[in-house]
């Protein structure tokens, strides 16, 4: 039996479905906060509990997620004291990736919509497992690929060795580890390193440009100096429609129910790694249409003649590419943010960008920051301030005060946080429909 400490956690959510799908048995436990990633183990049987000590016991394999040690938690602490095996979340992964040939997608932006594209085309056409960070997670012993999200956060990704990796753009995040954007680059040199077949990589991001590989490499963008290049690309109301070129040679015509140049950006890493494996580019294209996105990703409800995002954007650059997607969607509507800082460190880096971004909104209302593994002891001048007081018209919220939306018409409401929002977002839509 395989006890996950911390199995809510979004990539430990999808490691227990996909073990559960191989036919091992699996349980965890977490906090008693309800989280959407818990929906795919619930929907499977897999019994999750609530942190106690007494959950752990001889004859158990402890999978521990990174949020937890024996310091913050009681658990953990005592599978060491029986002397218990355990393995991060990131070994465990890399143990069943060697069983199938695995492609792993990295990036600071966009790896988990492009894991969900892949592993939705892949899966139409020949079968694929996937391991995605949105909580998702599938596999059979009989598909040859498996599809993993690879995140780069102390970097978890080096313990994985796949025979493609997919590398969507290098920026500098988790400032809370890497000191700066040439230690991100190092990682990833690290990363690209560990891959045996070709690395398929966005060629029109400056930093992915600086890995060096002494294997095949493929770049795909919208610069004519990439390998891939899409062409007469149309941004409208409906979608995103281009031509793909390979090597100068025009392949095909694609469309896309999604919005947003980094969403076609991930499309030509698919399309790119299926053509490469040599799959029917038809096909590939019939199921780039039906492809609805990832969970929490510009996910949508409609409320009078409100729609309601919920979004994980949290970075500068998630930020403006969740903003000028819901541009491209809704031109006659009003663009609304309700944003929450994610992380002191972060916050403090990266404020002044935020504020440009969130200044493209017609209204922004700020929450206070979410320190995730951040204390505000430590960060006593930090707070939501340092952006909301540089944005004109900014207003503040939090979770118990849906009505300062309520007078909100005609708009897209924005909700971006890599927390969930859910409660604000249900309380929202109440007031709204009564």
């Given at each position: 039996?395989?006890?996950?400490?911390?199995?809510?956690?979004?990539?430990?959510?999808?490691?227990?479905?996909?073990?559960?799908?191989?036919?091992?048995?699996?349980?965890?436990?977490?906090?008693?906060?309800?989280?959407?990633?818990?929906?795919?183990?619930?929907?499977?049987?897999?019994?999750?509990?609530?942190?106690?000590?007494?959950?752990?016991?001889?004859?158990?394999?402890?999978?521990?997620?990174?949020?937890?040690?024996?310091?913050?938690?009681?658990?953990?602490?005592?599978?060491?004291?029986?002397?218990?095996?355990?393995?991060?979340?990131?070994?465990?992964?890399?143990?069943?990736?060697?069983?199938?040939?695995?492609?792993?997608?990295?990036?600071?932006?966009?790896?988990?919509?492009?894991?969900?594209?892949?592993?939705?085309?892949?899966?139409?056409?020949?079968?694929?497992?996937?391991?995605?960070?949105?909580?998702t997670g599938y596999a059979n012993?009989?598909?040859?690929?498996?599809?993993?999200?690879?995140?780069?956060?102390?970097?978890?990704?080096?313990?994985?060795?796949?025979?493609?990796?997919?590398?969507?753009?290098?920026?500098?995040?988790?400032?809370?580890?890497?000191?700066?954007?040439?230690?991100?680059?190092?990682?990833?040199?690290?990363?690209?390193?560990?891959?045996s077949k070709c690395a398929i990589?966005?060629?029109?991001?400056?930093?992915?440009?600086?890995?060096?590989?002494?294997?095949?490499?493929?770049?795909?963008?919208?610069?004519?100096?990439?390998?891939?290049?899409?062409?007469?690309?149309?941004?409208?109301?409906?979608?995103?429609?281009?031509?793909?070129?390979?090597?100068?040679?025009?392949?095909?015509?694609?469309?896309?129910?999604?919005?947003?140049?980094?969403?076609?950006?991930?499309?030509?890493?698919?399309?790119?790694?299926?053509?490469?494996?040599?799959?029917?580019?038809?096909?590939?294209?019939?199921?780039?249409?039906?492809?609805?996105?990832?969970?929490?990703?510009?996910?949508?409800?409609?409320?009078?003649?409100?729609?309601?995002?919920?979004?994980?954007a949290h970075h500068p650059t998630?930020?403006?590419?969740?903003?000028?997607?819901?541009?491209?969607?809704?031109?006659?509507?009003?663009?609304?943010?309700?944003?929450?800082?994610?992380?002191?460190?972060?916050?403090?880096?990266?404020?002044?960008?935020?504020?440009?971004?969130?200044?493209?909104?017609?209204?922004?209302?700020?929450?206070?920051?979410?320190?995730?593994?951040?204390?505000?002891?430590?960060?006593?001048?930090?707070?939501?301030?340092?952006?909301?007081?540089?944005?004109?018209?900014?207003?503040?919220?939090?979770?118990?005060?849906?009505?300062?939306?309520?007078?909100?018409?005609?708009?897209?409401?924005?909700?971006?946080?890599?927390?969930?929002?859910?409660?604000?977002?249900?309380?929202?839509?109440?007031?709204?429909?009564?």
């Amino acid at each position: 039996m395989y006890h996950f400490i911390g199995i809510k956690g979004s990539g430990m959510s999808s490691l227990a479905q996909i073990m559960d799908s191989l036919g091992m048995e699996v349980q965890g436990s977490d906090v008693s906060k309800h989280f959407f990633t818990e929906e795919g183990l619930i929907e499977r049987g897999i019994k999750i509990y609530e942190f106690n000590p007494e959950n752990i016991k001889e004859g158990l394999i402890v999978v521990q997620g990174n949020a937890y040690n024996e310091t913050n938690n009681e658990e953990v602490k005592r599978a060491k004291e029986l002397n218990l095996k355990i393995l991060s979340y990131q070994d465990m992964v890399g143990e069943i990736s060697k069983m199938f040939n695995t492609i792993c997608i990295a990036g600071c932006h966009g790896k988990t919509t492009t894991t969900a594209m892949l592993s939705h085309v892949l899966n139409n056409i020949t079968g694929c497992n996937y391991l995605i960070g949105d909580g998702t997670g599938y596999a059979n012993k009989n598909n040859k690929y498996f599809a993993l999200e690879s995140c780069e956060y102390k970097r978890h990704f080096l313990s994985y060795k796949p025979s493609y990796s997919i590398i969507t753009n290098i920026e500098l995040d988790h400032v809370d580890y890497y000191k700066d954007i040439y230690d991100v680059v190092d990682a990833y040199q690290s990363f690209i390193n560990n891959t045996s077949k070709c690395a398929i990589v966005c060629g029109d991001d400056e930093n992915t440009r600086k890995l060096k590989f002494d294997k095949k490499i493929i770049y795909y963008g919208l610069s004519e100096e990439n390998n891939v290049v899409a062409k007469n690309i149309n941004y409208s109301e409906d979608g995103t429609s281009f031509d793909v070129y390979i090597d100068n040679t025009y392949i095909n015509n694609f469309h896309l129910k999604l919005y947003g140049k980094h969403m076609l950006l991930n499309s030509l890493a698919v399309i790119t790694l299926c053509y490469l494996e040599g799959l029917d580019l038809d096909k590939v294209k019939e199921h780039l249409i039906t492809f609805k996105g990832a969970k929490r990703r510009f996910t949508e409800i409609k409320v009078k003649d409100n729609i309601i995002v919920d979004d994980y954007a949290h970075h500068p650059t998630e930020v403006l590419a969740t903003i000028n997607s819901a541009r491209q969607k809704y031109p006659n509507k009003n663009i609304v943010a309700v944003f929450e800082p994610h992380t002191f460190t972060r916050t403090i880096k990266f404020h002044k960008e935020l504020i440009e971004v969130l200044k493209k909104c017609d209204q922004v209302y700020i929450m206070d920051i979410y320190g995730a593994r951040e204390k505000q002891e430590d960060y006593p001048n930090v707070t939501y301030k340092i952006i909301a007081d540089e944005i004109e018209g900014a207003q503040t919220i939090n979770r118990d005060e849906a009505f300062k939306l309520k007078d909100l018409n005609n708009s897209v409401i924005i909700f971006m946080s890599p927390n969930d929002l859910s409660k604000l977002e249900n309380d929202y839509i109440k007031l709204k429909q009564e």
